[in-house]
């Protein structure tokens, strides 16, 4: 039976490329690097850290004050990013929430930093449905590393077959196969790959509420919760 949802939130909840993709023009601006949009897609689904390593990789730029100084940059304008205007609903994503409140606990597991995740439900006034949020910063390899699903699950003493896993990127739904835990693709900008723990892709919520997808999918496995 299915009792866990774990939700990453960068555009799979909400929409927040925009946000990201502004954030990762102006850190390598500062850094005088050079901006390629093919480039910027494959951060896609990691952490402040990660990306700034992924930068380094081709660019070799963190140099002698370390990566923890140029994480910490990388956040600071990504946080500005988010304070100048919340993101956008993912179609069905607060009705979806709402509706599988009664059913199982929801948490979201993202690579944002904390404070914009807990800044972004609030927002959206999902706090009701939400049991915990989760950064990717908290553990030491972010995603397509499987830790910080791994971690999560563990915490809650739950067994992989009583979690489900919502991603939009191909690091996202790799971390998800890794756990060895089902996922289901929403709202994908990159092609995601087959794999055994995918069950399926989808453009938003909206397409899980609507006809009997979810219910074909896990239907016999939810069980609505006690009062």
């Not at 960068?10 to 093919?38: C, F, R």
């Not at 919340?86 to 979201?108: C, H, T, W």
């Not at 991603?167 to 055994?196: F, H, K, Q």
């Not at 997808?213 to 016999?220: E, F, I």
């Amino acid at each position: 039976m299915l009792k866990y949802f774990f939700y990453d939130m960068d555009d799979t909840l909400v929409g927040t490329w925009e946000k990201w993709h502004g954030a990762i023009k102006e850190y390598l601006s500062m850094q005088n690097l050079p901006y390629e949009s093919e480039m910027v897609l494959t951060y896609l689904g990691k952490n402040c850290k990660d990306v700034c390593l992924s930068i380094d990789s081709h660019c070799h730029h963190i140099g002698s004050l370390g990566i923890e100084h140029h994480a910490n940059v990388f956040r600071e304008i990504l946080m500005r990013q988010f304070a100048l205007e919340m993101p956008r609903e993912i179609p069905g994503a607060g009705k979806f929430l709402s509706l599988m409140n009664g059913y199982v606990d929801q948490y979201v597991v993202s690579g944002s930093p904390l404070q914009v995740i807990t800044q972004v439900i609030r927002h959206k006034n999902w706090s009701p449905f939400i049991a915990g949020c989760v950064s990717s910063e908290t553990v030491a390899r972010g995603k397509p590393d499987p830790l910080i699903y791994t971690a999560t699950r563990e915490g809650l003493a739950a067994e992989k077959e009583e979690c489900l896993i919502f991603e939009d990127s191909p690091a996202g739904v790799e971390a998800a196969r890794r756990a060895g835990i089902r996922c289901i693709a929403i709202n994908a900008r990159m092609p995601v790959g087959e794999s055994d723990s995918l069950l399926c892709k989808v453009p938003d919520f909206q397409a899980l509420l609507s006809g009997d997808t979810l219910h074909r999918l896990v239907g016999s496995e939810l069980r609505q919760k006690p009062h």
